[in-house]
């Protein structure tokens, strides 16, 4: 996969960021913040759209109502969470497109992540859904 200058992405970033993402879809599916507390930056926020406007959400917030709740897991709901594109523009900046869903939630999520000290991490989280049957 090449970088914004056509130059070819180390694998080995490549495969730093999908650990970030595995994370990521294994805390949303067992619901453990601490998980997603690893996959996300502290300053990070959720948007969506709502109400013709952006609703925003920072991470403690989310995490806390995670928290909260039952997770898909122990719920016995099916599990589908998959990458579905990969934006890779140089060492310390990548956008990840992928789908996920808490059934009856089926989520297209676009994140963001930047290269820290502490490796990679997602800085924003983008996302829609939409409730089927």
Not at 45 to 64: C, F, N, S
Request: some cysteine.
């Amino acid at each position: 996969m090449p970088d914004a200058s056509g130059k070819p992405m180390a694998a080995s970033t490549v495969a730093e960021i999908e650990q970030v993402i595995q994370t990521y879809f294994d805390g949303l599916y067992e619901g453990d913040a601490e998980k997603l507390a690893a996959a996300f930056h502290p300053c990070s926020h959720l948007y969506w759209a709502k109400d013709g406007g952006v609703g925003d959400l920072p991470r403690e917030e989310w995490l806390a109502a995670v928290r909260s709740r039952p997770s898909a897991k122990s719920k016995g709901l099916a599990r589908d969470d998959r990458i579905l594109l990969m934006d890779i523009s140089g060492p310390e900046t990548a956008f990840v497109k992928v789908a996920c869903q808490l059934p009856p939630r089926y989520f297209t999520d676009y994140l963001v992540l930047n290269r820290t000290e502490a490796g990679w991490k997602i800085v924003s989280k983008v996302y829609r859904f939409e409730t089927r049957d």
